[in-house]
């Protein structure tokens, strides 16, 4: 297996801190130790990475736009070369995140929108009013002079009130593309608003092309682990081809974490990577597509 595909798609948390209360978040349950992202060690993943043509998205159990160095981020991932983005809450989206993402020009964005129905925004985001999120979106599509590169999220809880459907034909009016996702226990630690159900995994899909790396430099086995116990490898130490080494090896063998024997992570059965790694960023572009119809 080409050492690549490990890191094929990353998720690199800037911050695990976060001023929100979203109701599908198990934030309250984390051990890890909170903290922002050390520019030297961002710069050192970022040169790796890009050497290995990742596609990386700012996000993980913080939001990324709290971290105070904003300005040497946006430095680093401009002369980077890589393809980067972020992913935030809708009511993360003010004016002042607006130009901090104007500031960091990433070539994608991803809004978590979980649902349309204002009550229920409301309650899923405990005092956020629905109207006023979906008029920073427009400032947002406004700032950037189209919609391209921002899509939409919907994570749809248990109770949620509208339609696949309508949600769909919603975002599409709005010219913005949508995902639409069932909202599982992120490795247990959710229990309310879940719809998915649980099971073994014993070759991870979503392991086997995407990581996960803390705001520490701890690669760990996904993002659900709010403890640390899976950590793979310290890339303050490790080169990140051996890191993708130690993480061929262990799809070989089996997913060793309890994490895993109980996940209802839907891209977890994504399918293992049957074909030469992807060259060029059309060809990249494309098999994520279609990783993601899988999920
Ligand atoms: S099986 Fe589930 S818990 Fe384990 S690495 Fe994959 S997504 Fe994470």
Request: aromatic share 6%; hydrophobic share 40%.
């Amino acid at each position: 297996m080409d050492k690549r595909w490990p890191f094929f798609t990353v998720d690199l948390e800037l911050t695990n801190i976060c001023e929100q209360n979203c109701s599908f978040c198990p934030r309250e349950k984390i051990t890890r130790p909170s903290g922002f992202i050390d520019m030297q060690l961002l710069a050192d993943i970022l040169r790796q990475l890009a050497a290995m043509g990742s596609r990386v998205t700012f996000c993980g159990m913080g939001n990324p736009m709290l971290h105070p160095q904003w300005h040497e981020i946006s430095d680093i991932c401009h002369n980077s070369g890589l393809k980067y983005g972020l992913t935030i809450q809708a009511p993360a989206l003010d004016a002042q995140n607006i130009a901090r993402i104007s500031m960091l020009a990433p070539s994608f964005i991803e809004i978590s929108f979980p649902t349309i129905d204002s009550g229920h925004f409301s309650q899923i985001y405990p005092g956020q009013d629905i109207e006023l999120c979906l008029r920073a979106l427009d400032d947002l599509v406004s700032m950037r002079g189209s919609a391209r590169g921002i899509s939409v999220i919907a994570v749809r809880t248990a109770d949620e009130p509208v339609s696949a459907e309508a949600t769909s034909v919603f975002w599409q009016n709005r010219g913005l593309s949508l995902r639409q996702q069932q909202c599982h226990s992120r490795g247990s630690n959710l229990t309310k608003n879940v719809v998915t159900r649980r099971r073994a995994i014993e070759a991870c899909g979503l392991f086997a092309t995407h990581s996960f790396i803390t705001w520490q430099g701890r690669l760990l086995a996904c993002c659900h682990d709010l403890n640390g116990a899976s950590e793979i490898a310290d890339l303050n130490q490790v080169l990140l081809t051996e890191a993708a080494q130690t993480k061929i090896e262990i799809l070989q063998h089996g997913m060793p974490w309890p994490l895993c024997s109980k996940c209802d992570e839907p891209a977890a059965t994504r399918p293992l990577p049957d074909r030469a790694y992807p060259e060029t960023a059309k060809a990249q572009s494309r098999y994520l597509k279609r990783l993601c119809a899988s999920d």
